[in-house]
């Protein structure tokens, strides 16, 4: 059964930095490509990154695009999201969830599953 468990979320003022953690079980992590996604209030969940199983390739929403970096350690079966600069608009929840492939599928929640608890992200301004 997948398990992901998202941890590093917390508040921060705009211009501020956060590295977001998701470890994986329950299943062969090293072959699915993982993505992160941002419930903000009162939004339907969208995109942010998404990353191969190799970590090859990386995926970017336009919104995060030379701010955010998506990594994983296939050795620790964890995924990780570096957010600088971070700005008002990326306040939210944070989910990890898992696809088959990232391509075809990503920035589509729906293509993705395991979904965690998540974790929350508040920027000020």
């Known amino acids: 059964q997948v398990q992901l468990v998202e941890s590093g979320g917390g508040s921060v003022q705009a211009g501020g930095s956060l590295r977001l953690s998701c470890a994986a079980s329950?299943?062969?992590?090293?072959?699915?490509?993982m993505g992160w996604f941002l419930q903000a209030p009162g939004k339907e969940r969208e995109g942010v990154a998404a990353?191969?199983?190799?970590?090859?390739?990386?995926y970017y929403a336009d919104s995060v695009k030379g701010r955010f970096t998506i990594s994983r350690d296939n050795a620790k079966n964890t995924i990780y999201l570096q957010m600088n600069s971070l700005k008002p608009e990326d306040t939210g929840l944070y989910y990890c969830?898992?696809?088959?492939?990232?391509?075809?599928?990503?920035?589509?929640?729906?293509?993705?599953?395991?979904w965690g608890q998540g974790t929350q992200v508040t920027v000020s301004s």
């Open positions: 329950g299943y062969t992590y090293s072959r699915f490509c």
């Open positions: 990353i191969s199983s190799s970590g090859r390739f990386t």
């Open positions: 969830a898992t696809s088959p492939s990232c391509t075809g599928n990503w920035p589509r929640p729906e293509k993705f599953a395991g």
